[in-house]
């Protein structure tokens, strides 16, 4: 387990633990990514619970499945929010594509995520686990209908502040899991079985606070991998972990991919 966590390199040397992560990576049979919201913070899409993340200026309450369904007033903001959101303008940053070049060697066949902002679709990474849903959608909450979420998002721009469904008059959301809604049972079973399949299960940007989301890295742990943590501050689960590299997502994730397998030049 890890001796704690270091601190972050302040000087431009190496990442500390850095060396020690590439042996187990290069000699890994099959690395699992699980990402969260820190990865895409330097996309400029703000966490949830960082310095500057959504709670510290948004009542959680009002991102529960139950206030969705209740309140009209909540469903009116969160449409409005999105319609001024930035997902759709967020662009992958260095992080992204450095997980992307990881499953493009081979050595990533599938990313898991708790995020909702299709970045690492953007990036060009395929075969992702979306545990959270996805922003790129919206569904109905009673006929389980799913369209683009530009269809849903046309109709608020034209004035129409609480879409519901065209077909059976159901609610509109986003096809994402708000707090107290299940998670889609068959995305986490095939989230487990991945990490009961791998080697080293490499997490990033996340706090590993969220359940049961962060029940995949540890059950990484109890099948045998290795669980390296890449993160800024401390994750609940660093106790954990076989090995902790602190620091920015990109900053990380660029040199440990650049390590493994050279520069994008140089290939």
Request: charged letters at 25%.
């Amino acid at each position: 387990m890890a001796a704690g966590r270091p601190e972050p390199d302040l000087n431009g040397e190496p990442t500390p633990g850095l060396a020690e992560a590439l042996t187990w990576l290069r000699h890994a049979r099959r690395i699992l990514v699980f990402t969260g919201a820190g990865i895409s913070t330097e996309s400029g899409i703000p966490d949830f619970r960082g310095p500057n993340g959504v709670w510290k200026t948004t009542d959680p309450q009002r991102y529960t499945i139950d206030s969705y369904i209740s309140d009209r007033s909540v469903r009116v903001e969160r449409w409005r929010a999105r319609l001024e959101g930035r997902f759709s303008s967020a662009q992958p940053n260095a992080a992204h594509l450095a997980v992307t070049r990881l499953q493009r060697a081979g050595l990533a066949p599938v990313i898991v995520t708790q995020n909702i902002d299709g970045l690492h679709q953007k990036a060009g990474t395929v075969n992702v686990i979306e545990l959270h849903g996805t922003s790129s959608e919206a569904m109905c909450l009673d006929c389980r209908r799913r369209m683009p979420i530009e269809v849903a998002l046309d109709r608020v721009r034209e004035g129409d502040e609480d879409p519901h469904c065209e077909l059976c008059g159901g609610l509109l959301k986003t096809a994402t899991i708000s707090f107290g809604q299940a998670l889609v049972a068959a995305d986490m079973d095939r989230a487990t079985e991945e990490a009961r399949r791998c080697d080293v299960c490499l997490t990033v940007g996340s706090t590993l606070s969220v359940w049961p989301a962060a029940a995949v890295p540890a059950e990484a742990v109890r099948h045998g991998g290795r669980l390296v943590i890449v993160n800024e501050g401390v994750t609940d689960l660093d106790g954990m972990a076989s090995l902790i590299l602190s620091g920015r997502a990109g900053t990380v994730m660029t040199e440990l991919v650049a390590a493994l397998l050279g520069t994008e030049d140089s290939r």
